[in-house]
């Protein structure tokens, strides 16, 4: 046995039997009640669907294209700051409280067509030249590309938080058994999951998706088959956007801030759950999103409270990393995917 | 006929488009706040012309002769006119409520304080005229041509860097007389400016002179030609802080440390192939534990010297590469970056949580970290300072240089250029990666060592991702595996943003077009290593 198979046992065992003693120890304390229980995993479910949303869009481009969109994150501030301008002035016209369902789909069609378009302009500029070239060029480019896009929604609507206009039905919920469900997560899961069907049907049903799979599996003889690989990939990049369109409007509505820096954090953590769930699979984009909220909402409580750790929720973040760096070192293949990272030079 | 007329024209309306972003982001206003001629034209309306001038080059390469500045008139026109559609939308509309750098004030930069329809007529002839005698002047013999462009950069510094200037003249009481005639409060004179363009031309004449008349035989044997850039670097940069000011050693001084950490990642990224994206953790490493060492704060651990405390820093830094390393180095790529990053991400935060605060003191940090003292007396000034920091990029340097010579550099260059074959070659993977990884990391550990003596207090929010993109974007920039390079990219993505100040909040846009622009254009940055373009092979199809 070599140092390395060695010491990552040790690292295997030891983050388990820290989950298991902190879960053991906060149960026997019950500092929780069962409603708490039931609010931590509704959260953890809604933010792990606004999650998978962003993570479909990193499989869709892994998928067809083998490399990681790293400004997929800053395409959905794109998308959310667009909804932010449209939702304010349908607010200040008044169309936002009578005719809801109108000014959300406006605000999901100028977010879709910022989104989109700079998801194209994005693989035009910084993707499309690197598609022959191996090693690290693109993935620095992308981290540039993400950089440009960040520092010019700052430089275009400034560095303040912009908060979206409430909405009335946003506040209507119903009770189970004593606890607060809302409306509004109801409706963001039922989107995500949408979403995912709509995109799992167009890649396994379609002809594009036929097209996107073959370019998928070795690019040259795609081309040779007749299949314009610009075309597909173009398509990708417009449903990865549309994804991310959606996410940024839903994670606006429901965080009601969009600042132009968010980007960077949701693409990151998205981008761990696209991993967990596997690397171009789509229902492990759904399965690895909705993990990931729920381990982020329900981990802090349930495994840092018992061992004693102050503020636990300021260390959310750390579980996000821990299960990035995780799956890529011990399951680099995710729950549903195909083997990525060790194979790939 | 019709598509040289509409190639041009897309020329033009592309920079056209450029200058409305330049203008809706900001940045044109902010540029416009430094004059490089007072009262006669500012570093924003150079911006101005340099994109007029950039649009008339690249539409009259495609053309020879006078059609080329026929065709560089017509672009300068199309880019006026891309650039007046904003100016009329912005006199119209008021956008302002949605585009915050939509001001007044950048209406009257581009309307020249004049009436609209006044503005749209200059910049549309302005464009033309600009974008025409660019052609024409790259039409001229190499040698008119070379002053002209000499001249006018000449200007451009002197003026863009008045500050500096200012600073260094000012320090000479002799020289009075001379500064007052030549710059006024914020800028050049006009005086100032003629002066500046002939001290230009006639310094590019005098080198083309010597270039042209020096035997070929005698000038300079091949070893000392490849050395004398680099010995004129060093030498610029020994007696460059004694004669500037506090504030410019001050901006040496962080330079210094980024060249610093440039060197440590260029053992990872440009020698062994190793995408870095958490080399900020090894850098906090670093600056933690000699703030807890002797630190005078109430987490500290002991009150050691720096001296004693450094060579500590810099062994826990080691310790801390191995360890992220053993488990993540097994990746290869775009994998690794996006691993490395989340460990760096790790440290911050749990540097910043309460969790952690009775070690690390929390998002208040660790204060109090007393300056190095030597023969009993602290360095205090920046000056000192700084020449610390050179010395330790110095030997950083040497220590750099030496492992690529050795066998392990090739070892590592072998890694870069192919895992599979380097294996099959015997090298063993593990321990060279570790190697560079950890050697990688004690650099960074010693440059927070430094950080944290320098500003005498450690926070958290120092160690940003922000902090690994920086050191990445400087060795890309300057040309990866490429000494000499650290030191230009240093100059150009941190010493720069920190003279021209305003610029400050726009290097991070900066640092992403830099990188796109680099890795499309010049892979190999801007002085490269001969080593070709690593990160950049291209696969056949």
């Known amino acids: 046995m070599t140092l390395v198979t060695v010491s990552l046992w040790g690292l295997r065992t030891a983050v388990v039997a820290a989950v298991i003693a902190g879960t053991t120890l906060t149960l026997l304390r019950s500092r929780y009640d069962l409603s708490q229980w039931f609010a931590f995993v509704l959260a953890g479910i809604t933010m792990g669907s606004i999650y998978a949303q962003v993570a479909l869009g990193y499989t869709m481009v892994y998928g067809v294209l083998r490399m990681i969109n790293f400004a997929h994150g800053d395409i959905t501030m794109g998308g959310a700051f667009a909804g932010y301008f449209v939702a304010s002035a349908s607010n200040r016209a008044g169309t936002l409280q009578v005719h809801p369902v109108l000014a959300i789909a406006a605000t999901l069609l100028a977010a879709s067509a910022v989104a989109v378009g700079i998801a194209l302009l994005v693989e035009r500029i910084a993707y499309r030249p690197f598609r022959h070239v191996r090693g690290f060029a693109p993935l620095v480019c992308a981290i540039g590309a993400s950089l440009f896009l960040e520092q010019t929604f700052r430089g275009f609507f400034g560095s303040s938080v912009k908060s979206y206009p409430d909405l009335e039905w946003q506040d209507l919920a119903f009770h189970v058994g004593g606890v607060r469900v809302a409306e509004l997560d109801l409706v963001l899961i039922c989107c995500a999951v949408a979403a995912m069907s709509v995109l799992h049907f167009i890649v396994n049903k379609t002809r594009m998706g036929a097209a996107m799979r073959a370019v998928s599996e070795d690019a040259d003889t795609a081309t040779l088959m007749g299949i314009d690989v610009n075309q597909v990939v173009v398509l990708t990049f417009m449903l990865g956007g549309a994804m991310a369109r959606i996410a940024g409007v839903f994670y606006a509505f429901v965080f009601k801030q969009v600042y132009f820096y968010m980007g960077i954090s949701l693409g990151i953590k998205a981008f761990a759950a696209a991993l967990l769930g596997g690397m171009g699979s789509i229902p492990g984009a759904m399965l690895g999103g909705f993990v990931l909220g729920l381990a982020e909402s329900v981990g802090p409580a349930l495994f840092f409270d018992g061992i004693g750790v102050r503020a636990p929720f300021q260390l959310r973040d750390l579980i996000a990393f821990t299960l990035l760096i995780g799956v890529l070192i011990f399951r680099p293949s995710g729950m549903l995917g195909e083997r990525v990272g060790m194979q790939r030079a | ?541």
């Open chain 2, 1 to 541: 006929m019709a598509t040289p007329l509409r190639r041009a024209t897309a020329t033009g309306v592309l920079f056209g488009a450029v200058a409305i972003y330049v203008a809706m982001v900001g940045l044109l206003s902010v540029l416009h706040t430094r004059w490089i001629v007072v009262d006669c034209i500012s570093l924003g309306q150079v911006a101005l012309l340099a994109i007029a001038i950039g649009a008339g080059l690249v539409a009259a390469r495609s053309h020879p002769g006078l059609a080329g500045v026929g065709a560089a008139m017509l672009a300068g026109m199309a880019a006026g006119a891309t650039l007046a559609a904003l100016v009329v939308v912005m006199a119209v509309v008021d956008l302002r409520g949605t585009f915050i750098a939509l001001s007044p004030q950048l209406l009257a930069l581009l309307t020249f304080n004049g009436t609209l329809a006044r503005g749209v007529a200059v910049l549309l002839g302005a464009g033309a005229a600009l974008a025409g005698s660019a052609a024409l002047l790259a039409r001229l013999p190499r040698l008119p041509r070379r002053f002209v462009v000499a001249g006018a950069t000449a200007v451009l510094a002197a003026g863009a860097f008045t500050e500096l200037i200012q600073v260094i003249l000012q320090a000479h009481p002799q020289l009075d007389t001379l500064r007052e005639h030549f710059y006024g409060s914020d800028g050049l004179t006009g005086q100032g400016a003629a002066w500046a363009a002939c001290l230009g031309a006639t310094a590019s004449a005098l080198g083309t002179f010597v270039l042209a008349h020096m035997p070929a035989h005698a000038a300079a044997p091949h070893g000392m030609r490849r050395w004398a850039p680099a010995a004129s670097l060093l030498l610029l940069l020994t007696v460059l802080p004694l004669i500037a000011g506090s504030y410019i050693d001050h901006v040496l001084m962080v330079m210094a440390l980024y060249i610093l950490m440039g060197i440590g990642l260029n053992l990872e990224v440009g020698l062994a192939g190793l995408l870095d994206l958490g080399f900020v953790a090894f850098f906090a490493v670093g600056a933690y534990t000699t703030a807890l060492l002797t630190g005078d704060n109430t987490q500290a651990l002991a009150a050691l010297s720096f001296w004693a405390a450094m060579p500590i820093a810099v062994l826990m830094s080691v310790m801390v590469g191995v360890l992220f390393g053993i488990p993540v180095l097994g990746m290869r790529g775009d994998y690794l970056a996006v691993a490395t990053m989340g460990l760096g991400e790790i440290v911050r935060i749990v540097v910043v949580s309460d969790f952690a605060s009775p070690l690390f003191g929390g998002a208040q940090g660790l204060v109090q970290v007393p300056r190095p003292a030597l023969a009993g007396r602290p360095l205090d000034s920046p000056l000192q300072l700084y020449y610390l920091t050179f010395v330790a990029a110095l030997i950083a340097t040497y220590v750099a240089w030496r492992l690529e010579k050795s066998r392990l550099g090739r070892a590592w260059m072998a890694v870069r250029d192919d895992e599979d074959v380097a294996e099959s070659l015997g090298v063993d993977l593990m321990r060279v990666k570790l190697l560079a990884y950890g050697l990688g990391a004690a650099f960074a550990g010693l440059a927070g060592s430094l950080f944290a003596t320098m500003v005498s207090s450690v926070y958290p929010s120092s160690f940003q991702l922000a902090i690994s993109v920086n050191v990445l974007a400087l060795i890309l920039v300057g040309g990866i595996g490429s000494l000499a390079g650290i030191v230009i990219g240093a100059a150009a993505l941190v010493g720069l943003p920190e003279l021209l100040r305003e610029f400050g909040e726009y290097r991070y846009l900066l640092y992403g077009t830099a990188l796109i622009v680099m890795m499309r254009l010049r892979p190999e940055g801007l002085w490269p290593s001969g080593i070709g373009r690593p990160g950049h092979r291209r696969v056949q199809a």
